[in-house]
């Protein structure tokens, strides 16, 4: 008799099919991530993702096809971090700072695919950022910069700000962090590089309340 549950512990071909589409996926994107599109190719992909070529062009009709959809699983979480930024309760200051720190966690939580963009950006030229831009990430950009012109309409923020300025602070900020972590250790009057939560808090806190003290407290 065979045993009751042989049915429950083998591998359907389709849970087969959905896990091998994964690992090319996770191994293509730190594999880009490392060497660029050009320094990877679809022998290297399979090698290290434990699957055929065949079985990488089953999943994915070209490299670039398999390069796009990396590159498009990196805005994907970003949606949801905006999303929750619209429906979360509470004022404005206490959903930024919720979004910020989020998003700080989400960079590092892919951590590939953020070296991947980076990598994009600064070696991709005028043509990659305008693709990144239109294909990626540009929609939750305007979104981001839509959420804060509606607060300004509502007068949560002051109105002669520019809300693209104030969404690029936000996102940059934590860029940029990420980017410095290893640098920004070694500085003597850094005590935040291993604390994103509290470096995140502390960024939307200066865009929030400005570094000059208010007019009715300066020369006090």
Known sequence: ???ANLASSATSPAHATAEAAQRILHTAERLFAEHGYEGVSINMIAEQAGVSKGNIFHHFSSKETLYQTVLGSACAEARRLLDELVNRDGDLAERLLHFAAA???HLERHYHLTRLVQRELLEGGVRRGKELAEQLC?????RLVEILRNAQGR???RKELDPALIAQLLVGSN???FQARNMLRHFPDVDFADDPLRYSRMVVKVILAGIVP????QGA
């Open 138 to 142: 540009g929609e939750n950009f305007a």
């Open 1 to 3: 008799m065979a045993p």
């Open 103 to 105: 998003h700080i966690a």
């Open 214 to 217: 208010p007019s009715s407290t």
């Open 155 to 157: 007068g949560e923020l």
């Open 175 to 177: 860029i940029f962090f």
